[in-house]
Antibody, heavy 127, light 111 residues
């Protein structure tokens, strides 16, 4: 059974930093891309970042580019999100998700989906 | 303002059918595959549909997905009270700011 357990959330002041972790189990972690998706209180889902299985390729939403860094340690089956220069608008529940993204054979269309989700960790940016 | 447009709410009686629309553009839905997620109150989202119309194992065939042009639709038949949830569509956006995008979500009420 796939399990994803986020940790590291909490209260931080504007301009501060926080590192989120996501411990994965139940699948071959290094074989799968992973991602972070966030949800502000009472709002919808927002794609934040994704990383390939090897960690060699990373992708970011414009809203976090240059401030957040996604990484992974395949020896520890753990995904990370380093968040710097935090703003009030970064307040949200942050979910890690097992991510599938690929071009279908013979197609230029990209297929992306979040196959399994963790329970989320709340990040509150406030003074 | 979400990149993909969904109705804020839909409702139907138990046993009935409901559809939820998701509208986008050529840079997202029009040229990429769509997925759908169910978020029950107080829980994490759950994958319902991927690759426009495929169901993961364990998802009942009461849930279906389709895509036409720059729009996608989630259908739910035989509505149950346990289907009350928020539903989100998602896809890849291939514009200059390439990345994943979601709809704003639709609250389903089973009357």
């Amino acid at each position: 059974e796939v399990q994803l357990l986020e940790s590291g959330g909490g209260l931080v002041q504007p301009g501060g930093s926080l590192r989120l972790s996501c411990a994965a189990s139940g699948f071959t972690f290094s074989s799968y891309a992973m991602s972070w998706v966030r949800q502000a209180p009472g709002k919808g889902l927002e794609w934040v970042s994704a990383i390939s299985g090897s960690g060699g390729s990373t992708y970011y939403a414009d809203s976090v580019k240059g401030r957040f860094t996604i990484s992974r340690d395949n020896s520890k089956n753990t995904l990370y999100l380093q968040m710097n220069s935090l703003r009030a608008e970064d307040t949200a529940v942050y979910y890690c998700a097992k991510y599938r993204g690929y071009y279908r054979a013979g197609s230029s269309q990209y297929a992306e989906y979040f196959q399994h989700w963790g329970q989320g960790t709340l990040v509150t940016v406030s003074s | 303002q979400s990149v993909l447009t969904q109705p804020p709410s839909v409702s139907a009686a138990p046993g009935q059918k409901v559809t939820i629309s998701c509208s986008g553009s050529s840079s997202n839905i029009g040229n990429n595959y769509v997925s759908w997620y169910q978020q029950l109150p107080g829980t994490a989202p759950k994958l319902l549909i991927y690759d426009n119309n495929k169901r993961p194992s364990g998802i009942p065939d009461r849930f279906s997905g389709s895509k036409s042009g720059t729009s996608a639709t989630l259908g739910i038949t035989g509505l149950q009270t346990g289907d009350e949830a928020d539903y989100y569509c998602g896809t890849w956006d291939s514009s200059l700011s390439a990345g994943g995008v979601f709809g704003g979500g639709t609250k389903l009420t089973v009357l």
